[in-house]
Protein backbone atom coordinates (compact mmCIF):
# COMPACT_ATOMS: atom_id res chain seq x y z
CA UNK A 1 0.00 0.00 0.00
CA UNK A 2 1.07 3.78 -0.79
CA UNK A 3 1.67 5.35 2.38
CA UNK A 4 0.62 9.05 2.65
CA UNK A 5 4.31 10.26 2.48
CA UNK A 6 5.09 8.40 -0.61
CA UNK A 7 2.04 10.08 -2.05
CA UNK A 8 2.84 14.24 -1.18
CA UNK A 9 6.19 12.58 -2.72
CA UNK A 10 4.34 12.01 -5.87
CA UNK A 11 2.17 15.15 -6.11
CA UNK A 12 5.08 17.01 -5.17
CA UNK A 13 7.71 15.66 -8.11
CA UNK A 14 4.58 16.13 -10.44
CA UNK A 15 3.79 19.62 -9.36
CA UNK A 16 7.73 20.43 -10.06
CA UNK A 17 7.55 19.08 -13.35
CA UNK A 18 4.44 20.64 -14.60
CA UNK A 19 5.83 24.25 -12.80
CA UNK A 20 9.60 23.14 -15.01
CA UNK A 21 7.47 22.31 -17.96
CA UNK A 22 5.86 25.65 -17.81
CA UNK A 23 8.79 27.37 -17.67
CA UNK A 24 10.55 26.15 -20.54
CA UNK A 25 7.62 26.94 -22.28
CA UNK A 26 8.15 30.68 -21.49
CA UNK A 27 11.92 30.46 -22.17
CA UNK A 28 10.62 29.14 -25.54
CA UNK A 29 8.72 31.82 -26.25
CA UNK A 30 11.00 34.84 -25.24
CA UNK A 31 13.32 33.08 -27.91
CA UNK A 32 10.87 32.90 -30.62
CA UNK A 33 10.23 36.37 -30.00
CA UNK A 34 13.59 37.69 -29.44
CA UNK A 35 14.74 35.70 -32.93
CA UNK A 36 11.63 37.31 -34.94
CA UNK A 37 12.85 40.67 -33.76
CA UNK A 38 15.87 40.11 -34.47
CA UNK A 39 14.74 39.03 -38.35
CA UNK A 40 11.61 42.02 -38.42
CA UNK A 41 14.70 44.41 -37.69
CA UNK A 42 17.59 42.93 -40.40
CA UNK A 43 15.88 44.55 -43.31
CA UNK A 44 16.03 48.00 -41.57
CA UNK A 45 19.43 48.23 -40.47
CA UNK A 46 20.56 46.84 -44.01
CA UNK A 47 18.70 49.55 -45.31
CA UNK A 48 19.54 52.12 -42.68
CA UNK A 49 23.45 51.32 -43.78
CA UNK A 50 22.87 51.58 -47.59
CA UNK A 51 24.61 53.64 -49.34
CA UNK A 52 23.51 57.02 -50.72
CA UNK A 53 24.34 56.64 -54.58
CA UNK A 54 23.18 53.70 -56.69
CA UNK A 55 25.71 51.08 -57.49
CA UNK A 56 25.49 49.17 -60.55
CA UNK A 57 26.18 45.17 -60.72
CA UNK A 58 25.96 42.46 -62.77
CA UNK A 59 23.55 39.26 -61.74
CA UNK A 60 24.56 36.14 -63.86
CA UNK A 61 20.81 34.94 -64.71
CA UNK A 62 20.37 31.14 -65.64
CA UNK A 63 19.00 30.18 -68.83
CA UNK A 64 17.19 26.31 -68.42
CA UNK A 65 16.65 26.08 -72.14
CA UNK A 66 20.07 26.45 -73.32
CA UNK A 67 22.32 25.90 -70.23
CA UNK A 68 24.07 29.24 -70.13
CA UNK A 69 24.56 32.09 -67.71
CA UNK A 70 22.78 35.47 -69.03
CA UNK A 71 24.68 38.87 -67.25
CA UNK A 72 22.60 41.20 -66.60
CA UNK A 73 23.04 44.51 -65.43
CA UNK A 74 20.64 46.46 -61.92
CA UNK A 75 21.05 49.61 -59.80
CA UNK A 76 21.01 48.91 -56.34
CA UNK A 77 21.83 50.64 -53.31
CA UNK A 78 24.54 48.75 -50.82
CA UNK A 79 24.94 48.83 -47.72
CA UNK A 80 28.45 49.72 -46.49
CA UNK A 81 29.49 46.24 -44.66
CA UNK A 82 30.89 44.10 -47.70
CA UNK A 83 28.98 41.35 -46.20
CA UNK A 84 25.60 42.40 -45.98
CA UNK A 85 26.77 43.58 -49.82
CA UNK A 86 26.84 39.91 -50.69
CA UNK A 87 24.15 39.01 -49.39
CA UNK A 88 21.77 42.26 -50.86
CA UNK A 89 23.16 41.45 -54.52
CA UNK A 90 22.44 37.41 -54.18
CA UNK A 91 19.28 38.08 -53.40
CA UNK A 92 18.47 40.20 -55.95
CA UNK A 93 19.94 37.27 -58.18
CA UNK A 94 16.78 35.12 -56.44
CA UNK A 95 14.60 38.40 -57.39
CA UNK A 96 15.46 37.36 -61.13
CA UNK A 97 14.59 33.86 -60.33
CA UNK A 98 11.16 34.35 -59.28
CA UNK A 99 10.08 36.97 -62.38
CA UNK A 100 7.39 35.66 -63.82
CA UNK A 101 9.61 35.87 -66.96
CA UNK A 102 12.20 33.97 -65.79
CA UNK A 103 14.32 31.56 -67.24
CA UNK A 104 15.40 29.90 -64.55
CA UNK A 105 12.01 29.63 -62.62
CA UNK A 106 12.18 29.24 -58.74
CA UNK A 107 9.65 30.36 -56.14
CA UNK A 108 11.82 31.06 -52.78
CA UNK A 109 11.21 34.40 -50.83
CA UNK A 110 14.93 34.65 -49.53
CA UNK A 111 17.52 31.99 -50.66
CA UNK A 112 20.61 33.39 -48.31
CA UNK A 113 20.62 33.57 -44.90
CA UNK A 114 24.35 35.00 -44.93
CA UNK A 115 27.43 35.54 -46.76
CA UNK A 116 31.10 35.85 -45.32
CA UNK A 117 34.54 35.95 -46.24
CA UNK A 118 37.50 33.56 -45.02
CA UNK A 119 41.12 34.58 -46.76
CA UNK A 120 42.67 32.30 -48.77
CA UNK A 121 46.16 30.76 -48.49
CA UNK A 122 48.64 31.85 -51.12
CA UNK A 123 45.35 32.60 -52.78
CA UNK A 124 45.49 35.59 -55.38
CA UNK A 125 42.70 37.05 -56.98
CA UNK A 126 42.58 38.07 -61.28
CA UNK A 127 44.51 41.21 -60.04
CA UNK A 128 47.30 39.63 -57.57
CA UNK A 129 45.78 40.61 -54.35
CA UNK A 130 45.07 38.30 -52.11
CA UNK A 131 42.29 36.29 -52.68
CA UNK A 132 39.17 35.20 -50.20
CA UNK A 133 36.67 32.34 -50.18
CA UNK A 134 32.78 33.47 -49.70
CA UNK A 135 30.95 31.07 -47.67
CA UNK A 136 27.86 31.55 -48.86
CA UNK A 137 25.07 30.17 -46.36
CA UNK A 138 21.68 29.16 -48.22
CA UNK A 139 18.31 28.37 -47.05
CA UNK A 140 16.61 25.57 -46.38
CA UNK A 141 14.06 27.23 -48.24
CA UNK A 142 15.90 27.73 -51.46
CA UNK A 143 16.77 23.72 -51.51
CA UNK A 144 13.22 22.87 -51.14
CA UNK A 145 12.44 25.39 -54.24
CA UNK A 146 15.36 23.94 -56.31
CA UNK A 147 14.30 21.71 -59.06
CA UNK A 148 15.94 18.63 -58.99
CA UNK A 149 18.36 17.60 -61.39
CA UNK A 150 22.23 18.33 -62.44
CA UNK A 151 21.55 20.93 -64.87
CA UNK A 152 19.12 23.08 -62.86
CA UNK A 153 21.36 22.79 -59.73
CA UNK A 154 24.64 23.27 -61.11
CA UNK A 155 23.17 27.02 -62.50
CA UNK A 156 21.77 27.74 -59.81
CA UNK A 157 25.79 27.47 -57.96
CA UNK A 158 27.27 28.38 -60.54
CA UNK A 159 24.69 31.58 -61.43
CA UNK A 160 25.62 33.00 -57.71
CA UNK A 161 29.56 32.07 -57.94
CA UNK A 162 29.96 34.38 -61.48
CA UNK A 163 27.66 37.31 -59.65
CA UNK A 164 29.79 37.01 -57.00
CA UNK A 165 33.03 37.09 -58.14
CA UNK A 166 31.86 39.72 -60.81
CA UNK A 167 30.82 42.44 -58.66
CA UNK A 168 33.50 41.57 -55.83
CA UNK A 169 36.62 40.06 -57.93
CA UNK A 170 38.62 39.52 -54.84
CA UNK A 171 36.16 36.22 -54.42
CA UNK A 172 38.44 33.34 -55.55
CA UNK A 173 36.50 30.24 -53.75
CA UNK A 174 33.42 29.71 -53.01
CA UNK A 175 32.18 27.19 -50.35
CA UNK A 176 28.02 26.52 -50.08
CA UNK A 177 26.47 25.59 -46.49
CA UNK A 178 22.47 25.21 -45.76
CA UNK A 179 21.32 26.65 -42.52
CA UNK A 180 24.33 26.97 -41.65
CA UNK A 181 25.07 23.34 -41.76
CA UNK A 182 27.37 21.25 -44.54
CA UNK A 183 25.32 19.45 -46.99
CA UNK A 184 25.88 16.90 -49.31
CA UNK A 185 24.06 18.24 -52.26
CA UNK A 186 21.85 20.93 -53.56
CA UNK A 187 19.10 19.17 -54.12
CA UNK A 188 20.32 15.61 -54.84
CA UNK A 189 22.88 16.13 -57.83
CA UNK A 190 25.14 19.33 -57.42
CA UNK A 191 27.46 18.89 -54.70
CA UNK A 192 27.98 20.61 -51.60
CA UNK A 193 30.56 18.93 -50.29
CA UNK A 194 33.05 20.90 -52.29
CA UNK A 195 34.78 23.94 -52.35
CA UNK A 196 34.38 25.60 -56.20
CA UNK A 197 36.70 27.80 -57.99
CA UNK A 198 34.86 31.24 -58.64
CA UNK A 199 36.68 30.54 -62.28
CA UNK A 200 34.47 27.38 -62.74
CA UNK A 201 31.38 29.86 -63.63
CA UNK A 202 33.46 31.39 -66.47
CA UNK A 203 33.23 28.06 -68.36
CA UNK A 204 29.35 28.28 -68.54
CA UNK A 205 28.58 29.26 -71.98
CA UNK A 206 26.78 32.54 -72.90
CA UNK A 207 23.48 32.68 -74.74
CA UNK A 208 24.03 31.56 -78.51
CA UNK A 209 23.51 34.32 -80.94
CA UNK A 210 21.36 33.52 -83.72
CA UNK A 211 22.52 33.73 -87.29
CA UNK A 212 22.59 36.99 -88.70
CA UNK A 213 22.23 39.03 -84.93
CA UNK A 214 23.91 42.34 -85.53
CA UNK A 215 24.45 42.70 -89.21
Known amino acids: MISKFQKYLFFAMLVACVAMAAFLIRLRNRAQDRL ?5 SAPTEIAETATSAPKTVTLYVPNDLDDSLTAQEKSLSLPADRNAQARVILESLMEAY ?34 QMAVVDLSGALTQAQPSGIEPE ?24 VDGQPRETLAGHADLTRTYLASDADQRPSPSVPAGAGQ
Open 36 to 40: QAQAA
Open 98 to 131: RAPDSTHPMNVASGINDVYFLAVPEGKDATGGAG
Open 154 to 177: TLTLLSMMATLHANLPAVTQVHFL
